[in-house]
């Protein structure tokens, strides 16, 4: 099942990697935050290539709903009562330039890529309090957001943050333009990475600078992304005949849904789960169908599709340099549901760092900041989900054709229905129902029994 975004875009296909090469930095990756990393490196005069295991834009960028905000669910509240007054303006600073600097680009080279200035709001049916505190606390730091009683969204509500002059685009289109400008090897899959030295299935590249932005990281040590990290997974259904709202909108209830209009269709999300975990016998797309039902008598599906996220421990991103021990190598990931915006603030500081320089802003980004007790919490459960897959490792699988565990650390792999998929409740690996991987991290497709 493929998202609207693939029904009217071809990206020109590129050459692998054809021999060994120098280059002065590797991106590895050539999804949204990969391609702008580069970019931004050739405007700073610096030379980078960007290697591909499949196709541009294969990954995560193509499964977006493509909402550019700095709203971030509630996160602002939190910001200045976990890391400090300054810390949260530098996180509400990045991605509010991020949205403007979406538009600069895109004014600026004629990008057809429908590119909308749309207020993103937050949204209960139950409760107002936590609403307040979020706008309240957006205002403090510099964003334009106020409180509402009422909305667009067919059902009342109990109360709305709203945070003015965000945007969406059609990620495909942009991203296809301005890869234009990279260079890119696409079908080159890296195998391993040592210092400055990037091996792939079609040669190495030895870099002065080594750039992960494929997602999540698929080496483990050092930085430990895989101990601090989760994948998840969320639905989406695409609606004609439905209501558009003006703005973009997601609700805080366990059960809220997001709305995003698309052109003249509505964009139906929900569902989330943990990657790898069973979740009864409800069907996350008959869920959003039913709802859609209910909210928009005689609309009718036109596809659906699903999205997978990496969740890092204290809900930040993780951008900056790799680990301590490996200076010239840097990583973007973890970015939750915020992938468009948090593409641009990744390809800004990961730029300013390799050219040298130290943005105020990479602090609450780092992936070395301050260890909270929010973090502290998720790691527990993180490991206890980790611990229990591990154990099933023991346990007899019955006539699967494959090796039933995940070849990146042989965490037990579970069915998911609504994909055909074998996912990993560890790390959110995913593979078909031969085996071959969908998702990393792992780098290998199970192996079949013999």
């Known amino acids: 099942m493929e998202s609207v975004w693939m029904e009217d875009i071809k990206i020109r296909k590129r050459e692998p990697l054809a021999g060994d090469m120098e280059a002065p930095v590797a991106v590895i990756g050539a999804g949204l935050a990969g391609i702008l990393t580069a970019y931004y490196l050739k405007q700073a005069g610096v030379g980078a290539v960007v290697l591909e295991a ?17 709203q971030h669910n509630l996160i602002y509240d939190r910001l200045i009562r976990t890391f400090g007054r300054r810390m949260a303006e530098h996180y509400a600073a990045a991605n509010e330039a991020a949205i403007g600097e979406y538009e600069r680009l895109i004014l600026e080279k004629g990008i057809d890529c429908d590119f909308t200035r749309r207020p993103a ?81 079609r040669g190495c590249v030895t870099a002065e600078h080594i750039v992960f932005a494929a997602h999540f990281p698929f080496i483990n040590v050092p930085g430990y992304y895989f101990a601090r990290m989760y994948q998840e997974r969320s639905y989406v259904t695409a609606l004609e005949g439905a209501e558009k709202p003006e703005g973009m909108y997601l609700g805080i209830d366990r059960d809220g849904l997001s709305f995003r209009p698309c052109g003249n269709l509505l964009l139906l999300g929900g569902g989330s789960h943990r990657t790898g975990t069973k979740q009864g016998k409800e069907c996350r797309y008959e869920m959003l169908r039913e709802r859609a039902r209910e909210l928009y008598p005689g609309c009718h599906e036109v596809c659906r599709w699903s999205a997978q996220d990496c969740m890092t421990l204290d809900g930040l991103p993780y951008i900056g340099r790799f680990s301590g021990r490996k200076p010239c190598w840097y990583v973007a990931t973890g970015f939750g549901k915020w992938g468009m915006t948090s593409s641009m603030v990744s390809a800004r500081i990961l730029t300013a760092l390799i050219c040298g320089q130290e943005p105020s802003e990479a602090d609450i980004f780092s992936p070395r900041r301050p260890f909270t007790a929010r973090a502290a919490r998720e790691l527990a459960v ?69």
């Open 54 to 70: 499949d196709r541009i834009g294969s990954g995560q960028t193509k499964n977006t709903t493509a909402k550019i905000t700095s």
């Open 121 to 201: 709001c937050l949204y209960s049916r139950k409760e107002t309090a936590l609403l307040e505190q979020e706008m309240e606390a957006a205002k403090a730091l510099g964003i334009k957001a106020s409180f509402e009683r009422d909305c667009e969204l067919p059902f009342s509500v109990a109360g709305v943050a709203r945070f003015e002059n965000q945007a969406c685009f059609h990620p495909l289109r942009f991203l296809a333009k301005l890869a234009e400008e990279v260079e890119i090897y696409e079908q080159t899959k890296v195998l391993k990475v040592e210092d400055r030295r990037v091996e792939t299935d």
């Open 382 to 450: 993180h490991g206890a989900h980790t611990i229990v897959s591990l154990a099933k490792h023991l346990l007899p699988a019955g006539n699967r054709e494959i090796i039933p565990n995940c070849p990146h650390m042989g965490c037990r792999l579970e069915w998911n229905p609504e994909e055909e998929s074998y996912d990993c409740p560890c790390h959110g690996s995913r593979f078909d129902r031969a085996g071959h991987l969908i998702d990393g991290p792992a780098q290998t497709d199970c192996r079949r029994r013999e």
